[in-house]
């Protein structure tokens, strides 16, 4: 695969102030595009350590995206560096003053001198529009001792990169990427089982002779799940496609979800025209954090608790719901109820451990196969 690197510009981020969600975001948003991230770096506010950095990442990789650095203040100075890395003078861009004065005016605020300083570009570099902010990324061709690299210079702001990537760098990587041979990934989101249980079903597939085939085997645990993830190329996927077939025979009894999907979404696509009522006495807000994005979004949603006893005339008033209730006090056993369009089940669900340690294992594990449970019998 071609590499990436990825450079994040900013003391707020090692410092531990804020998380540098942009590196894992366009490290995703490559991989369609047949890009590996080769690393991920995080520097100060410091120009040598930028510099040294910028160097590090064009002795790694072909592609380089730089995020953070292009506002206004003093310590905004990444198109500077950039500049002298490039050895290309910076250029005032009129057009992008033009847009500043609109976005600030537009919005009742003072238009500054100082922000003249975000209308500067290396010569030769093309200027990449940010609809969400007042800073324009920019991409450019910049010789090094490592060879011609591809550049993208972009705001710290994670809707302003998202913004660029879809106006400008999506196109421009469908483009160039054209002729890449590139990564397929399958994955199995298994649920209920340990990480060395699922290893030994899966290290199997792969015995026998594979010479021809590159490939990379992977295992990640994301609560309640362990997921499986197997790669190759495109141009290999007919030699592969013995091995993805015994991998979905081997787990099959214990994969809840495969190549990346997520049960939250399929719920939300399911129910998010319809009020929507949530009962959940067992996994202590578990279900709720698992539906916190989407929660947001549909405001028909409501989320219920009741002190009264249980019993399954709670939920006689209701058309569509989800009620999650315990069976015993250790946890054991729970039921799941669902109602949706006068479509109705029940199921009784059993806990994959009954150790006293493992008992918050077991409230995550009743949230997603609430989930799941609902969106199978209802779907």
Not at 19 to 40: C, H, M, R, Y
Not at 286 to 305: I, V
Request: contains cysteine.
């Amino acid at each position: 695969m071609k590499k990436a690197t990825i450079l994040g510009v900013g003391t707020e981020l090692t410092t531990g102030q804020i998380v540098n969600k942009n590196a894992s975001w366009i490290s995703d948003k490559l991989i369609p595009f047949g890009l590996e991230t080769a690393l991920q770096l995080t520097v100060p506010d410091d120009r040598p350590a930028i510099l040294n950095a910028l160097d590090f990442c064009a002795q790694n990789s072909k592609y380089i995206f730089v995020t953070g650095g292009l506002g206004p203040t003093s310590d905004d100075f990444t198109r500077d560096l950039i500049s002298e890395w490039s050895k290309k003078d910076l250029k005032f861009d009129e057009k992008s003053w033009q847009s500043v004065q609109v976005r600030m005016t537009s919005r009742n605020l003072v238009v500054k001198d100082i922000q003249k300083q975000q209308c500067y570009f290396p010569e030769g570099a093309v200027i990449l529009n940010n609809s969400q902010g007042t800073a324009h990324g920019f991409q450019m061709e910049v010789e090094t001792k490592y060879g011609v690299k591809d550049v993208f210079i972009l705001p710290g702001p994670p809707k302003e990169i998202e913004a660029i990537w879809n106006e400008s760098i999506a196109k421009w990587l469908f483009v160039e990427t054209q002729l890449f041979d590139k990564k397929i990934t399958k994955s199995w989101d298994t649920l209920g089982t340990p990480e060395s249980e699922v290893a030994a079903l899966t290290e199997p597939c792969l015995e026998g002779r594979w010479p021809d085939l590159k490939f990379d085997l992977g295992y990640r645990v994301h609560l309640p799940y362990v997921e499986v993830k197997f790669s190759y190329y495109k141009s290999q996927e007919n030699l592969a496609k013995t091995i993805v077939e015994k991998i979905d025979t081997a787990l099959e009894n214990i994969t809840a979800l495969k190549n990346f999907s997520d049960i939250t979404q399929a719920f939300s696509q399911l129910t998010a025209h319809s009020e929507f009522a949530f009962y959940d006495f067992v996994t202590g807000g578990f279900l709720n954090h698992r539906l916190s994005g989407e929660l947001k979004k549909y405001k028909n949603w409501m989320w219920k608790q009741s002190l009264e006893p249980l019993d399954t005339d709670f939920f006689s008033h209701e058309d569509n719901f989800l009620a999650l209730f315990p069976q015993d006090d250790n946890l054991e056993h729970a039921v799941v109820m669902g109602s949706f369009n006068g479509q109705s089940f029940t199921q009784e669900l059993t806990a994959t451990s009954n150790s006293p340690l493992m008992i918050e294992r077991r409230k995550q594990y009743f949230a997603e196969m609430a989930l799941i449970t609902f969106v199978k019998h209802l779907k």
